[in-house]
């Protein structure tokens, strides 16, 4: 036997079966098949812990779903248990063996049994049993022991509810998207896919590329018509999330590249196809979650483009629907703007972010969204389901019940929105007259009008990367100054903190592609600008003349691992500042700062602090730096926790060294948002924050309700507990007792 392919094929063949019921199928007979046993089967564990025979070739077929064991309970309980293999010639004489008559095992005398284990918990027992008495060689063992670690990673994350009918309730986990309740009836967006087309010739390329042109004209239009048709539903500008549709159809990338492609000898869809996966899987294999989401915006609008161009007629749903969930793999802007805004309660992807243009449009619509769920098996138009958005689940098939408990908190959610709205203009002040100010990361035009909608006092983090990624050549000064031009006119009075390009090692550009063993510890951020001075030169100028000699620009460097990088980058400022002013141009030096993200940082923060005019904290990259741990890996994302007793150690040196400096001092990231963090971060003397325009509301809630005196007490608390648990309790806690349990979606 071929181990390693017959390991591939049957776990290839597993994943590609649309139910669980088929998957585990397929796993015994193959198992069967390749080692030549009497007896393959599959036990689950179930939500109670026992161990439920889910499928089995060779015992009786009437004990699959039925026959179970209490947790513990004979050799596949002791296997469980100890997680360890069994393997035995004789298994009645081993002192654990407990015989199940209904499965009429007894002509079996070998057991062999190893665990199937995911993130240390044991969720199977793979067995297999043959009527001659032996015990299974090596080889045998390690093969099994080889297919349970990948079965681990094929089988459904949730305990198996053993024969449940089609529509019994059923709780699917996805990623926030949008926050809020939503009850109504799936309406599935299905759509042409054009990641399917097949390549083809093309016949006459000339009309081909005339095709081409007008399908842009056709398409551009339709997404203004969209646009209109949500424009009352959207607060000032919010919007604009079209605009970046009109920005990727208008791109000289996405049409030379097509024209291309067509001249080579490819139809249309081929050629579309070819240059918008191309685009998409730059973005995709990007580290940063905020730029790796484009590649979804690319897809959909691949996926719009083709539509068109098929004359595929829209997917809208009948009058009498009733309240309606969107559900689909990749539901479009396209899909939102045809739904009536009056039934539409929800929206659920199968794939995607929480940083998709899909959820960013159900955010600015109060839509609440889910996303990344898996494909929803079972589940057809009208299929009745719940969406929370607060907790990144969907309940399928609700009981009367549990839709009862969800409407109550849908009145709780819009009491407390109401609440929230109130405090747009207000400043974040806690109970006793501590001042935090609030700031909206962004990186598209198309997110700027939200956080001025929620109250924003400023931009956090403006990620300068996207014009970079979505031309074919490096962008010019004008076109760099164009942009940032509408970024600090739409926030004129209040700071915009500008990365420069952080660009490279696992983000490279798809006109400069970089390949690297270790991207993350790589030729990236300042390192990349540096190394290239003359794009630094340009970003450089297009920013301070897009200032226009103003106060708002703040310029921030990613990556900063050594005092050489911010001395060259302070040369080259100057130099900037030199040419534009003999270009008669009026310019003032603006401030500049470093993002703490690269552990050395820390050390060397007391050095450089005459340096510098301010200090970031980037507490994704720090946090993962510290951890060493991927957030976005699902093998080790459960270890991480930007709570953890390291991480919070940390950034109170940081807090305090920033203080003794005298350097002004923010926090960007997920932390500024996680309720339980902003009180450690309140507590230890942070007093400006950086979040998505979506959080603003919620965290300004919780600092206008909170003393910054309590927060410090529970900050000293914390730092003296070792383990992220007991942190999240002892501030998760403080928040249920002072009444805001509704920020954690726990009431």
Not at 115 to 137: K, N
Not at 315 to 340: E, Q, R, W, Y
Request: net charge negative; aromatic share 6%.
């Amino acid at each position: 036997m071929n181990t390693l392919q017959e390991l591939t094929r049957i776990v290839q063949a597993a994943a590609q079966a649309e139910q669980t019921e088929d998957q585990v199928k397929l796993i015994v007979e193959a198992i069967h098949r390749a080692i030549n046993v009497d007896v393959c089967s599959l036990y689950i564990a179930a939500i109670d812990g026992a161990m439920v025979l889910v499928a089995s070739h060779g015992l009786d077929p009437q004990a699959v779903g039925y026959s179970r064991l209490a947790a513990g309970r004979g050799l596949v309980g002791r296997v469980a248990q100890s997680r360890h293999p069994i393997n035995v010639a004789d298994a009645a004489s081993h002192p654990d063996f407990c015989y199940l008559a209904e499965t009429r095992e007894d002509e079996f005398r070998s057991f062999c049994g190893v665990p199937v284990v995911r993130a240390g918990a044991v969720i199977g027992v793979l067995v297999v049993q043959s009527r001659e008495g032996r015990v299974m060689s090596a080889d045998e063992q390690a093969f099994l022991v080889t297919l349970s670690t990948q079965l681990a990673l094929v089988l459904p994350p949730e305990p198996l509810a053993v024969h449940a009918p089609a529509t019994a309730l059923r709780r699917v986990r996805g990623v926030k998207g949008a926050p809020g309740t939503g009850i109504g009836s799936a309406w599935l967006c299905e759509t042409a896919d054009l990641y399917a087309v097949p390549d083809r010739p093309c016949e006459d390329p000339a009309a081909s590329i005339r095709e081409w042109h007008q399908l842009l004209a056709t398409v551009s239009a339709a997404v203004d018509n969209e646009r209109k048709a949500l424009g009352e539903q959207l607060s000032d500008g919010v919007g604009a999330v079209f605009t970046a549709y009109q920005m990727l159809l208008n791109d000289p990338g996405l049409r030379v590249g097509v024209e291309q492609a067509i001249a080579q000898g490819q139809w249309l869809p081929g050629a579309l196809r070819q240059v918008v996966h191309h685009y998409a899987e730059v973005f995709l294999a990007m580290e940063d979650p905020y730029l790796r989401a484009r590649n979804e915006d690319l897809h959909h609008l691949g996926n719009k483009l083709y539509q068109s161009w098929s004359g595929a007629p829209e997917n809208t749903p009948a009058d009498d629907h009733g309240p309606l969930v969107l559900t689909g793999a990749k539901v479009s802007v396209s899909d939102i703007a045809a739904c009536d805004p009056q039934r539409l309660v929800g929206i659920v992807c199968y794939e995607g972010s929480s940083l998709s243009h899909t959820a960013v449009l159900a955010n600015a619509l109060g839509i609440p969204a889910v996303m990344g769920t898996g494909k929803l098996k079972g589940i057809d138009n009208g299929s009745p389901l719940i969406v929370d958005g607060n907790t990144g689940q969907v309940i399928l098939f609700p009981s009367p019940s549990v839709r009862l408990e969800f409407e109550r908190l849908q009145r709780a959610e819009q009491a407390l929105k109401g609440e929230l709205a109130g405090l747009r203009d207000q400043p974040a002040t806690t109970t006793d007259g501590a001042r935090v100010r609030l700031l909206a990361n962004t990186g598209l035009l198309a997110d700027i009008s939200p956080g001025l909608a929620n109250g924003a006092e400023g931009i956090g983090l403006y990620r300068t990367e996207m014009p970079f990624m979505v031309s074919e050549t490096f962008p010019s000064e004008e076109e760099q100054l164009h942009i940032y031009s509408q970024v600090l006119a739409a926030y004129r009075g209040r700071p915009v903190y500008m990365r420069i390009l952080d660009i490279g090692g696992d983000k490279p550009l798809p006109y400069f592609p970089i390949h690297e063993a270790n991207p993350a510890l790589g030729w990236r951020g300042i390192r990349f600008c540096l190394d290239n001075s003359s794009l630094l030169m340009t970003q450089v100028r297009a920013m301070l003349r897009a200032a226009a000699g103003g106060e708002e620009l703040h310029i921030l460097l990613p990556m900063v691992s050594n005092t050489g990088e911010i001395n060259a980058f302070h040369e080259v400022l100057l130099d900037a500042l030199q040419q534009l002013r003999d270009e008669g141009v009026a310019v003032r030096r603006p401030q500049v700062g470093i993002m703490v993200e690269v552990p050395a940082a820390i050390s060397l923060l007391p050095a450089w602090a005459p340096k510098l005019d301010f200090v970031s904290i980037g507490s994704n990259d720090l946090s993962q730096y510290l951890l060493a741990l991927d957030r976005n890996n699902p093998r080790v994302a459960g270890a991480y926790d930007h709570i953890h007793p390291a991480v919070l150690q940390e950034i109170a040196r940081v807090t305090a060294t920033a203080r003794n400096a005298g350097l002004p001092l923010s926090l960007c990231g997920e932390m500024a948002s996680d309720p339980a963090a902003v009180v450690f971060l309140l507590g230890i003397g942070i007093r400006k924050l950086s979040m998505s325009a979506s959080k603003l509301p919620r965290i300004k809630w919780l600092l206008r309700s909170m003393a910054a005196a309590d927060a410090a007490e529970l900050a000293r608390q914390a730092l003296t507990l070792d383990n992220s648990a007991d942190i999240r309790q002892l501030l998760e806690g403080a928040l249920q007792q002072r009444g805001l349990g509704r920020l954690l979606g726990s009431e």
